[in-house]
């Protein structure tokens, strides 16, 4: 069973963000299993293979399981909580698709089995104490999600459908657009998307499908869209104006292709 707490992180310029953090509990899982349980009795363990559930946190150098993960209200800058194992040999590609995927960082609640190590240096810079050379890994608690994505219906007055700009950026490059496509900001990305999926409850929003970066979208209409905690997201269907280009990179990492500096814009369902 996962439980959702809330607590309070000091960022920059001593602002106060709401955090969430998801830690496992021992409801219907044996407390000997955990991560701070295997921690405990390291010695028992090395050299042996051993089931652990915990919190998986993936990004860029960063694969460990721990027993919990806190977060920012947006999903983002995911950072472990208690010890962390090393885990070498994830497959991520496998599960990723079960676990939060805020834009940043892969993290959620798995059982991980693997071969235990505990007398070495692991991990970037030798500075993890433990390891587990996974063998197999199960999401304890899969993340549902319900995906809603723009009509491809003709718009007319001259128009362009998400679809067709998607599908065709090199007629369009270099030209004024006028398009309909779901915005979305998360403070790290800026984009026109073909579609959103939220998680059951409305949470962890992300973009889905094809994507255009977006500059100037205007804050006025963002506060008739979906509006996170703390202002930590934005999404909704849109129509926007703006000029286009195709072929470069753009973005965040310079990670897309595509790039609409907006001129004007109005939501399409506040």
Known sequence: MLHHVFLSRRVKNILLISVS???????GQAEENLVPSIVAEADTYNGTEVTIDGTYIGRGGLS?????????????????????????????????????????????????????????AFGPESQYQYQLDVTAVDPIAQ?????????DEALGDGKITFADLASNPSTYNGQPVTTRGYYFWNGLIFVLSEGISTEDDGRNPQPIGAKIWMEGFPPDVAGELNVGPNNTYVWGLVEVTGDFQSEGSFGHEGAYTEFLQVTSAQAVEP
């Open 64 to 120: 460990v399981l721990a027993f919990g993960v806190s977060t920012l209200d947006n999903g983002l800058d995911a950072q472990p909580i208690g010890d962390q194992i090393w885990l070498e040999n994830f497959p991520e590609e496998e599960v990723r698709d079960f676990l939060h995927q805020p834009g940043d960082s892969v993290y959620g609640a798995v059982r991980v089995t693997g071969q235990f190590a505990a007398d070495g």
């Open 21 to 27: 953090v998801l830690v496992l509990a021992a409801c």
């Open 143 to 151: 993340v549902r999600r319900t995906e809603t994505r723009v009509s």
